[in-house]
DNA sequence: ATAATAAAAGTCAATATTAGTCAAATTAAA
DNA sequence: TTTAATTTGACTAATATTGACTTTTATTAT
Protein backbone atom coordinates (compact mmCIF):
# COMPACT_ATOMS: atom_id res chain seq x y z
CA UNK A 1 0.00 0.00 0.00
CA UNK A 2 1.97 2.94 0.84
CA UNK A 3 6.09 3.27 0.38
CA UNK A 4 6.39 1.58 -2.88
CA UNK A 5 9.41 3.65 -3.52
CA UNK A 6 13.27 2.29 -2.29
CA UNK A 7 13.81 5.02 -0.48
CA UNK A 8 11.92 5.30 1.41
CA UNK A 9 11.94 1.50 2.50
CA UNK A 10 15.31 2.20 3.04
CA UNK A 11 14.38 5.02 5.58
CA UNK A 12 12.23 2.35 7.50
CA UNK A 13 14.86 0.19 7.54
CA UNK A 14 17.42 2.61 8.99
CA UNK A 15 15.05 4.37 11.28
CA UNK A 16 13.92 0.46 12.79
CA UNK A 17 17.45 0.21 13.76
CA UNK A 18 17.73 3.48 14.71
CA UNK A 19 14.76 3.15 17.28
CA UNK A 20 16.67 0.43 19.68
CA UNK A 21 19.89 1.93 19.41
CA UNK A 22 21.23 5.46 19.57
CA UNK A 23 22.90 4.83 16.17
CA UNK A 24 23.93 2.88 13.61
CA UNK A 25 26.61 2.03 11.45
CA UNK A 26 26.46 1.17 7.77
CA UNK A 27 28.46 0.43 4.97
CA UNK A 28 27.08 2.08 2.05
CA UNK A 29 27.55 -0.90 -0.50
CA UNK A 30 26.38 -3.20 2.28
CA UNK A 31 23.40 -1.20 2.46
CA UNK A 32 22.97 -0.64 -1.53
CA UNK A 33 23.40 -4.26 -2.44
CA UNK A 34 20.74 -5.48 0.68
CA UNK A 35 18.33 -3.31 -0.97
CA UNK A 36 19.30 -3.60 -4.52
CA UNK A 37 20.19 0.11 -5.35
CA UNK A 38 22.93 1.34 -6.76
CA UNK A 39 25.31 3.00 -3.58
CA UNK A 40 23.95 6.97 -4.14
CA UNK A 41 20.75 6.09 -3.28
CA UNK A 42 21.98 5.88 0.23
CA UNK A 43 23.23 9.61 0.06
CA UNK A 44 20.29 10.17 -0.97
CA UNK A 45 17.87 8.76 1.64
CA UNK A 46 20.60 10.19 3.73
CA UNK A 47 20.22 13.41 2.82
CA UNK A 48 16.56 13.96 2.58
CA UNK A 49 15.69 11.75 5.45
CA UNK A 50 18.28 12.37 8.26
CA UNK A 51 18.99 15.55 8.15
CA UNK A 52 19.58 17.66 11.65
CA UNK A 53 16.37 19.25 10.89
CA UNK A 54 15.25 16.13 11.73
CA UNK A 55 16.93 15.24 14.42
CA UNK A 56 20.41 13.17 12.84
CA UNK A 57 23.80 13.97 12.60
CA UNK A 58 25.80 11.99 10.30
CA UNK A 59 29.47 11.28 9.91
CA UNK A 60 31.19 9.32 6.95
CA UNK A 61 34.63 8.32 6.12
CA UNK A 62 35.78 7.27 3.00
CA UNK A 63 38.79 4.57 1.73
CA UNK A 64 38.83 0.64 3.27
CA UNK A 65 37.28 0.23 6.44
CA UNK A 66 34.70 2.97 5.39
CA UNK A 67 32.03 4.02 6.88
CA UNK A 68 28.34 5.76 7.35
CA UNK A 69 27.33 6.61 10.71
CA UNK A 70 24.05 8.14 11.76
CA UNK A 71 23.60 9.57 14.82
CA UNK A 72 20.30 10.60 16.65
CA UNK A 73 20.98 13.84 18.44
CA UNK A 74 18.43 15.52 21.02
CA UNK A 75 18.35 18.77 19.92
CA UNK A 76 17.62 19.65 23.44
CA UNK A 77 20.33 19.02 24.79
CA UNK A 78 21.49 22.26 23.47
CA UNK A 79 20.64 25.24 25.90
CA UNK A 80 19.96 27.67 23.25
CA UNK A 81 18.27 25.26 20.73
CA UNK A 82 15.96 28.33 19.84
CA UNK A 83 18.46 30.27 18.58
CA UNK A 84 20.03 27.53 16.40
CA UNK A 85 16.57 26.47 15.05
CA UNK A 86 16.16 30.25 13.69
CA UNK A 87 19.21 30.04 11.96
CA UNK A 88 18.57 26.82 10.85
CA UNK A 89 15.33 28.77 9.04
CA UNK A 90 17.15 31.50 8.10
CA UNK A 91 15.63 34.12 5.71
CA UNK A 92 13.62 31.47 3.64
CA UNK A 93 12.38 27.50 4.48
CA UNK A 94 11.10 25.09 2.33
CA UNK A 95 8.00 22.61 3.60
CA UNK A 96 9.69 19.43 4.22
CA UNK A 97 12.66 21.57 6.28
CA UNK A 98 10.03 23.06 8.21
CA UNK A 99 7.44 20.25 8.56
CA UNK A 100 10.72 18.40 9.90
CA UNK A 101 11.57 20.97 12.48
CA UNK A 102 8.27 21.15 13.86
CA UNK A 103 8.47 17.26 13.45
CA UNK A 104 11.41 17.90 16.07
CA UNK A 105 10.18 20.25 18.40
CA UNK A 106 6.90 18.11 18.49
CA UNK A 107 8.98 15.02 19.45
CA UNK A 108 10.71 17.10 22.40
CA UNK A 109 7.44 17.60 24.12
CA UNK A 110 8.08 21.18 22.98
CA UNK A 111 4.63 21.37 20.95
CA UNK A 112 1.85 19.49 21.47
CA UNK A 113 0.27 17.50 18.84
CA UNK A 114 -2.34 19.69 18.38
CA UNK A 115 -0.04 22.68 18.03
CA UNK A 116 2.13 21.34 15.78
CA UNK A 117 -0.68 20.46 13.32
CA UNK A 118 -1.96 23.92 13.45
CA UNK A 119 1.36 25.43 12.78
CA UNK A 120 1.72 22.47 9.99
CA UNK A 121 -1.21 23.78 8.18
CA UNK A 122 -0.45 27.07 8.65
CA UNK A 123 2.85 26.36 6.42
CA UNK A 124 1.78 24.33 4.57
CA UNK A 125 2.30 24.75 0.13
CA UNK A 126 -1.35 25.01 -0.28
CA UNK A 127 -1.54 27.75 2.30
CA UNK A 128 1.12 29.86 1.11
CA UNK A 129 1.51 29.16 -2.94
CA UNK A 130 1.40 32.13 -4.67
CA UNK A 131 2.73 33.47 -7.86
CA UNK A 132 6.04 34.43 -6.63
CA UNK A 133 7.74 31.07 -5.48
CA UNK A 134 10.29 32.72 -3.18
CA UNK A 135 7.23 34.44 -0.92
CA UNK A 136 6.32 31.21 -0.17
CA UNK A 137 9.71 30.23 1.36
CA UNK A 138 10.22 33.82 2.95
CA UNK A 139 6.60 33.88 4.49
CA UNK A 140 7.03 30.34 5.41
CA UNK A 141 10.42 31.03 7.53
CA UNK A 142 8.85 34.26 9.07
CA UNK A 143 6.16 32.47 10.49
CA UNK A 144 8.35 29.80 11.65
CA UNK A 145 10.50 32.20 13.30
CA UNK A 146 8.00 34.16 14.75
CA UNK A 147 6.43 30.97 16.06
CA UNK A 148 10.12 29.80 17.66
CA UNK A 149 10.59 33.20 19.59
CA UNK A 150 6.86 32.70 21.00
CA UNK A 151 8.14 29.59 22.56
CA UNK A 152 10.99 30.90 24.45
CA UNK A 153 8.09 32.66 27.07
CA UNK A 154 5.28 30.91 27.96
CA UNK A 155 5.06 27.27 28.26
CA UNK B 1 -29.87 6.50 -12.70
CA UNK B 2 -28.40 9.82 -12.04
CA UNK B 3 -24.59 10.09 -11.67
CA UNK B 4 -24.31 10.14 -15.57
CA UNK B 5 -20.97 11.60 -15.39
CA UNK B 6 -17.41 10.42 -14.75
CA UNK B 7 -16.21 12.49 -11.81
CA UNK B 8 -19.68 11.04 -10.04
CA UNK B 9 -18.93 7.73 -10.72
CA UNK B 10 -15.44 7.82 -9.66
CA UNK B 11 -16.30 9.53 -6.39
CA UNK B 12 -18.78 6.92 -6.09
CA UNK B 13 -15.81 4.24 -6.19
CA UNK B 14 -13.44 5.78 -3.86
CA UNK B 15 -15.99 6.36 -1.74
CA UNK B 16 -17.69 2.62 -1.71
CA UNK B 17 -14.04 1.76 -0.92
CA UNK B 18 -13.71 4.52 2.20
CA UNK B 19 -17.15 2.85 3.59
CA UNK B 20 -14.75 0.16 4.64
CA UNK B 21 -11.51 1.81 5.88
CA UNK B 22 -10.83 4.89 7.25
CA UNK B 23 -8.25 6.14 4.37
CA UNK B 24 -7.43 5.00 1.06
CA UNK B 25 -4.62 5.53 -0.89
CA UNK B 26 -4.48 5.73 -4.61
CA UNK B 27 -2.10 6.01 -7.68
CA UNK B 28 -3.71 8.91 -10.04
CA UNK B 29 -2.65 6.89 -12.86
CA UNK B 30 -4.17 3.75 -12.49
CA UNK B 31 -7.79 5.05 -11.65
CA UNK B 32 -7.45 7.64 -14.19
CA UNK B 33 -6.71 4.37 -16.56
CA UNK B 34 -9.78 2.38 -15.02
CA UNK B 35 -12.01 5.03 -15.64
CA UNK B 36 -10.49 5.61 -19.50
CA UNK B 37 -9.76 9.25 -18.55
CA UNK B 38 -7.36 11.37 -18.17
CA UNK B 39 -5.44 11.88 -14.94
CA UNK B 40 -6.15 15.28 -13.93
CA UNK B 41 -9.93 14.21 -13.93
CA UNK B 42 -8.84 12.58 -10.70
CA UNK B 43 -8.06 16.00 -9.62
CA UNK B 44 -10.86 17.42 -10.73
CA UNK B 45 -13.08 14.56 -8.55
CA UNK B 46 -10.32 15.28 -5.33
CA UNK B 47 -10.93 18.66 -5.50
CA UNK B 48 -14.79 18.79 -5.46
CA UNK B 49 -15.79 15.97 -4.04
CA UNK B 50 -13.39 14.91 -1.15
CA UNK B 51 -12.60 18.30 0.44
CA UNK B 52 -12.27 19.30 4.21
CA UNK B 53 -15.68 20.76 4.36
CA UNK B 54 -17.08 17.08 3.33
CA UNK B 55 -14.63 15.46 6.17
CA UNK B 56 -12.21 14.63 3.67
CA UNK B 57 -7.97 15.51 3.73
CA UNK B 58 -5.91 14.78 1.32
CA UNK B 59 -2.10 14.26 1.07
CA UNK B 60 0.12 13.59 -1.81
CA UNK B 61 3.06 12.65 -2.93
CA UNK B 62 4.95 13.30 -6.80
CA UNK B 63 8.23 10.99 -8.47
CA UNK B 64 8.84 6.81 -8.25
CA UNK B 65 6.40 5.73 -6.02
CA UNK B 66 3.76 8.96 -5.63
CA UNK B 67 0.63 8.40 -4.43
CA UNK B 68 -2.67 10.53 -3.57
CA UNK B 69 -3.86 9.38 -0.39
CA UNK B 70 -7.65 10.20 1.35
CA UNK B 71 -7.92 10.49 4.28
CA UNK B 72 -11.80 10.23 5.99
CA UNK B 73 -11.80 12.49 9.21
CA UNK B 74 -14.72 13.36 12.29
CA UNK B 75 -16.08 16.68 11.75
CA UNK B 76 -16.49 18.46 14.60
CA UNK B 77 -19.88 19.99 15.79
CA UNK B 78 -18.23 23.05 15.58
CA UNK B 79 -17.68 22.83 11.72
CA UNK B 80 -20.40 25.00 10.34
CA UNK B 81 -19.22 27.94 12.98
CA UNK B 82 -15.98 27.53 11.08
CA UNK B 83 -17.97 28.04 8.09
CA UNK B 84 -18.67 31.33 9.44
CA UNK B 85 -15.71 32.30 10.12
CA UNK B 86 -14.11 31.61 6.37
CA UNK B 87 -16.30 33.63 5.53
CA UNK B 88 -15.87 36.36 7.57
CA UNK B 89 -12.19 36.11 7.03
CA UNK B 90 -12.69 36.56 3.22
CA UNK B 91 -9.85 36.82 0.59
CA UNK B 92 -8.09 39.66 2.94
CA UNK B 93 -7.91 40.55 6.26
CA UNK B 94 -6.38 42.80 9.31
CA UNK B 95 -5.06 41.92 12.32
CA UNK B 96 -7.19 43.08 14.35
CA UNK B 97 -9.93 41.03 13.08
CA UNK B 98 -8.08 38.52 12.52
CA UNK B 99 -7.09 38.36 16.58
CA UNK B 100 -10.65 39.09 17.38
CA UNK B 101 -11.54 36.38 15.52
CA UNK B 102 -9.10 34.22 17.40
CA UNK B 103 -10.23 35.99 20.61
CA UNK B 104 -13.88 34.19 20.29
CA UNK B 105 -12.25 30.39 19.63
CA UNK B 106 -10.47 30.99 22.08
CA UNK B 107 -13.90 32.30 24.42
CA UNK B 108 -15.27 29.20 22.96
CA UNK B 109 -12.71 26.73 23.96
CA UNK B 110 -12.07 26.04 20.85
CA UNK B 111 -8.17 26.92 20.96
CA UNK B 112 -5.87 26.76 24.37
CA UNK B 113 -4.21 30.22 25.60
CA UNK B 114 -0.91 28.94 24.09
CA UNK B 115 -2.53 27.97 21.00
CA UNK B 116 -4.23 31.47 20.59
CA UNK B 117 -0.60 33.03 21.47
CA UNK B 118 1.25 30.53 18.73
CA UNK B 119 -1.28 31.36 16.49
CA UNK B 120 -1.40 34.93 16.94
CA UNK B 121 2.13 35.59 16.75
CA UNK B 122 2.14 33.89 13.40
CA UNK B 123 -0.59 36.72 11.92
CA UNK B 124 1.17 39.24 13.51
CA UNK B 125 1.76 42.54 12.16
CA UNK B 126 5.40 42.28 12.26
CA UNK B 127 5.67 38.66 11.06
CA UNK B 128 3.95 39.42 8.04
CA UNK B 129 5.05 43.36 7.08
CA UNK B 130 5.92 43.49 3.35
CA UNK B 131 6.42 46.02 1.16
CA UNK B 132 3.01 45.39 0.02
CA UNK B 133 0.13 46.17 2.64
CA UNK B 134 -2.14 44.14 0.26
CA UNK B 135 -0.13 41.27 0.75
CA UNK B 136 0.42 41.15 4.21
CA UNK B 137 -3.42 40.76 4.72
CA UNK B 138 -4.00 38.45 1.77
CA UNK B 139 -1.60 35.92 3.95
CA UNK B 140 -3.70 36.39 7.16
CA UNK B 141 -6.71 35.37 5.46
CA UNK B 142 -4.98 32.39 3.96
CA UNK B 143 -2.92 31.70 7.01
CA UNK B 144 -6.68 31.98 9.24
CA UNK B 145 -8.47 30.03 7.03
CA UNK B 146 -6.06 26.89 7.14
CA UNK B 147 -6.09 26.88 10.55
CA UNK B 148 -9.51 26.91 11.11
CA UNK B 149 -9.73 24.55 8.40
CA UNK B 150 -7.46 22.51 10.71
CA UNK B 151 -9.83 23.14 13.71
CA UNK B 152 -12.75 21.42 11.82
CA UNK B 153 -11.39 18.04 12.80
CA UNK B 154 -9.27 16.09 15.63
CA UNK B 155 -5.89 13.99 15.56
C1' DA C 1 59.39 6.30 3.27
C1' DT C 2 57.15 6.84 -1.12
C1' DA C 3 54.51 5.63 -4.83
C1' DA C 4 51.08 2.93 -6.74
C1' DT C 5 46.91 0.68 -6.14
C1' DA C 6 42.60 -0.57 -4.02
C1' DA C 7 38.61 0.40 -1.42
C1' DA C 8 35.58 2.94 0.17
C1' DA C 9 32.19 7.26 0.12
C1' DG C 10 30.66 11.89 -2.31
C1' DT C 11 28.85 14.74 -6.12
C1' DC C 12 26.18 15.97 -9.73
C1' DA C 13 23.60 15.97 -13.61
C1' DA C 14 20.67 13.22 -16.69
C1' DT C 15 16.62 10.64 -16.78
C1' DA C 16 12.46 8.56 -15.02
C1' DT C 17 8.31 8.66 -12.48
C1' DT C 18 4.92 10.42 -10.49
C1' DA C 19 1.22 14.33 -9.28
C1' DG C 20 -0.51 19.42 -9.91
C1' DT C 21 -2.18 23.50 -12.52
C1' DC C 22 -4.66 26.00 -15.62
C1' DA C 23 -7.39 27.27 -19.14
C1' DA C 24 -9.80 26.03 -23.37
C1' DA C 25 -13.44 23.17 -25.10
C1' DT C 26 -17.47 20.75 -24.22
C1' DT C 27 -21.64 19.42 -21.93
C1' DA C 28 -25.36 19.83 -18.62
C1' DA C 29 -28.44 22.65 -15.81
C1' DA C 30 -31.17 26.67 -14.71
C1' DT D 1 -29.82 31.47 -23.41
C1' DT D 2 -26.81 31.98 -19.70
C1' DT D 3 -24.40 29.88 -16.27
C1' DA D 4 -22.21 26.20 -13.97
C1' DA D 5 -20.02 21.80 -14.13
C1' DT D 6 -17.18 18.62 -16.47
C1' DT D 7 -13.68 16.97 -19.60
C1' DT D 8 -9.30 17.29 -21.76
C1' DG D 9 -4.53 17.97 -22.57
C1' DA D 10 -0.39 20.76 -22.66
C1' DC D 11 2.65 22.37 -19.52
C1' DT D 12 4.78 22.47 -14.76
C1' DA D 13 6.65 20.79 -10.38
C1' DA D 14 8.22 17.46 -7.13
C1' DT D 15 10.55 13.37 -6.03
C1' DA D 16 13.24 9.29 -7.06
C1' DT D 17 16.67 6.58 -9.60
C1' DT D 18 20.87 5.88 -11.94
C1' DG D 19 25.57 6.04 -13.27
C1' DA D 20 29.78 8.34 -14.60
C1' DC D 21 33.20 10.74 -12.46
C1' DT D 22 35.69 12.61 -8.21
C1' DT D 23 37.72 12.57 -3.66
C1' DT D 24 39.38 10.53 0.45
C1' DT D 25 41.59 6.99 3.02
C1' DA D 26 43.89 2.61 3.60
C1' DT D 27 46.90 -0.90 1.99
C1' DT D 28 50.52 -2.83 -0.68
C1' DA D 29 54.70 -2.82 -3.34
C1' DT D 30 59.16 -0.80 -4.24
Known amino acids: MQSQNISDIIEKYLKSILADSQQIEIKRSEIAE???????????????????????????????G??????????LDDSDVIDD?????????????????IQSLYQEGMLTRRESNLIISSIDKRTLAFENRQIEKI???RILISILNRLRYDD
Chains 1, 2 share one sequence.
Open 34 to 64: LFNCVPSQINYVINTRFTIQNGYVVKSKRGG
Open 66 to 75: GYIRIVKVNL
Open 85 to 101: LINMVGDEIDFNKAFQI
Open 139 to 141: VRA
